[in-house]
C-alpha cells in the first residue's frame, strides 16, 4: 500500500533519519517510536505530504506518491497533533465540516460516531467547553465516519483515559482486519496483534 | 472527485467559518466599530465645515475602510493555523483554491459587506453630496473583495510566523493602493458631474483578476507556511 524507500531528512542541521525504508501493508499497524525530537512527527508530515524538506521516495500502490496525491488524500485519515478541531463549534458542527470536505455524512452517522467514542450528551456543548481528553475524542470521532484505508495518527493517546485507549486499540484492530492500513505514533505499549515497530534515532 | 462533493465541501467551508465568525463576535465588531469610529472623528478633528468635508469625505471613508480590513484581517487563518485546520484543508482532495475561495468570500460577508451597509450613513455625516452615494457603495462593493483577498496572501504568508507586527500592513497597504486610488477617483468624478463607470470598471477588472489569482497564490503561500 505505502512504500517509502530511503528517505533522508536533516531538521536544524541535525540529521533525524538516513536511509529509511519500510513497507505498510493493507491490513498492517506500524507503530513508529522514538524519544523525544526523533522525528516521529516529521516522519508522518513527510508521508503525508506536509513537509517536503526530505530526500528519497515514497510509493502509493506502487506509484510514485506524487503523481498520485489525489487518490492518496481520498484515501488518507490524518489526525495530528494538532486535531483540527475548532474550540467555538460544537462537536457536531466540526464532525459536520470535517465529513463533508470529504465524503458527505448526514447527521445520523456523526451522531451515531459521537456516542461511539462517548460524547454522547456533548453534541452541542461549545469545545472549549469539554476537558482535554473529550477534546482529543472529537478528532477521534472522525475513525468511525471515513472510509479512508489508510489511518495516520500522530499521539492519538496522549490524554485519553484507559477506557479511551481500550477504544481506540479496538478502532485500530477492526481497521486492519478489515483491509486498511494504521501508523502510529505513541510513547504508550499497545496490545494489538500483529503489530509492527518502528524505532527512529537508534543509530544515534 | 465529484463536482457535487466539491460543491459540498465548498458550501460546507463556508457554512463553518460564517459560524465561526457569529460565534465570534469580537472578531467581527471590533473592526467594524474601529471603521465608524476612525470616520466620525474626522468632523471633530478637521472641521465641522460641510465644504471641507465633503472633498474629503470619499477618501475618509475609504481609508477608513482599508484600515479596518486590515484589523479584521489579522484572525484571519490563525486559529485554523493553530488548532490544526489548515493541514485538513491541505490533506484534501478538493482543490486548495477553492476552499480558500470559500473562507475568503466568508470573511468578505462579515467584515467587508457590514461597513458597505453602513457607508451611506456616515457619507451622509461627512455631508457627502447625494449624487455620490451610488458610487461610493458601487466603489466599496467592487475594491473591498480585492483588499480582502489581497489580504489573504499576505495573511497565508505570515500566519507561521509567531508575532507578525506591521508586516501585515507593509505587504498589503501597497497592493491595495491602487484600489484606494480608483475608490475615491471613482467617487469624486461622480460628484464633478462625470461618469465614473471608467474607474468603476477598472476596480471591476481588478476584482476579476484577483478572484482568479489571489485564491491561488494564497494556496501556495499556506502550503509554504505548513511547510
Not at chain 1, 12 to 18: I, T
Not at chain 1, 119 to 135: F, I, K, N
Request: hydrophobic share 50%.
Amino acid at each position: 500500500m505505502l512504500e517509502v524507500r530511503a528517505l533522508n531528512c536533516e531538521r536544524n542541521d541535525r540529521l533525524l533519519f538516513r536511509d529509511l525504508s519500510f513497507t505498510l501493508e493493507a491490513g498492517q499497524a506500524l507503530q513508529v517510536k522514538g524519544g523525544n525530537g526523533s522525528g516521529k512527527t516529521t516522519l508522518l508530515r513527510i508521508i503525508c505530504g506536509l513537509n517536503d524538506s526530505y530526500s528519497g521516495e515514497l510509493f502509493w500502490h506502487g506509484a510514485p506518491l506524487g503523481e498520485r496525491r489525489d487518490a492518496f488524500y481520498a484515501g488518507l485519515l490524518y489526525i495530528g497533533h494538532r486535531v483540527a478541531v475548532n474550540r467555538v463549534l460544537t462537536p457536531l458542527e466540526n464532525l459536520r465540516w470535517s465529513s463533508r470536505l470529504r465524503n458527505p455524512a448526514d447527521d445520523g452517522p456523526i451522531n451515531e460516531a459521537l456516542v461511539h467514542i462517548g460524547l454522547a450528551g456533548h453534541e452541542d456543548s461549545p469545545c472549549h467547553s469539554l476537558s482535554a481528553g473529550q477534546y482529543q475524542r472529537v478528532s477521534l470521532a472522525r475513525l468511525f465516519l471515513r472510509g479512508a484505508g489508510l489511518w495516520v495518527l500522530d499521539e492519538p493517546f496522549t490524554t485519553l483515559d484507559t477506557h479511551g485507549v481500550t477504544l481506540l486499540e479496538n478502532l485500530v484492530t477492526r481497521h486492519t482486519e478489515s483491509g486498511g492500513a494504521v501508523l502510529i505514533t505513541t510513547h504508550h505499549k499497545l496490545s494489538l496483534p500483529g503489530l509492527r515497530a518502528l524505532t527512529l534515532g537508534v543509530a544515534r | 472527485m465529484s463536482g457535487t462533493n466539491i460543491g459540498t465541501a465548498f458550501l460546507a467551508t463556508l457554512k463553518r467559518d460564517l459560524l465561526i465568525s457569529l460565534k465570534r463576535r469580537n472578531d467581527i465588531l471590533n473592526p467594524f466599530m474601529f471603521f465608524i469610529i476612525v470616520v466620525s472623528l474626522f468632523p471633530i478633528g478637521v472641521s465641522p465645515e460641510s465644504a471641507m468635508l465633503r472633498q474629503i469625505a470619499a477618501g475618509v471613508i475609504w481609508i477608513a475602510v482599508l484600515l479596518a480590513s486590515m484589523l479584521s484581517m489579522d484572525s484571519l487563518y490563525r486559529s485554523d493555523y493553530e488548532d490544526g485546520t489548515l493541514e485538513q484543508l491541505l490533506l484534501s482532495s478538493v482543490p486548495l483554491y477553492l476552499l480558500v475561495f470559500a473562507k475568503n468570500i466568508a470573511h468578505w460577508l462579515v467584515s467587508g459587506l457590514p461597513v458597505i451597509l453602513v457607508s451611506p450613513l456616515l457619507a451622509y455625516m461627512l455631508a457627502l453630496p447625494s449624487e455620490g452615494y451610488m458610487t461610493l457603495v458601487a466603489s466599496l462593493l467592487l475594491g473591498t473583495p480585492v483588499v480582502g483577498m489581497l489580504g489573504s496572501i499576505a495573511v497565508a504568508l505570515t500566519v507561521g510566523l509567531g508575532s507578525r507586527g506591521l508586516i501585515l500592513a507593509v505587504i498589503t497597504v501597497p497592493m491595495s493602493v491602487p484600489v484606494l486610488i480608483f475608490g475615491t477617483l471613482a467617487v469624486q468624478n461622480a460628484l464633478a458631474g462625470g461618469s465614473p463607470l471608467g474607474y468603476l470598471a477598472l476596480l471591476g477588472a481588478m476584482l476579476a483578476l484577483t478572484i482568479s489569482l489571489a485564491p491561488l497564490a494564497t494556496a501556495a503561500a499556506l502550503r509554504i507556511s505548513m511547510n
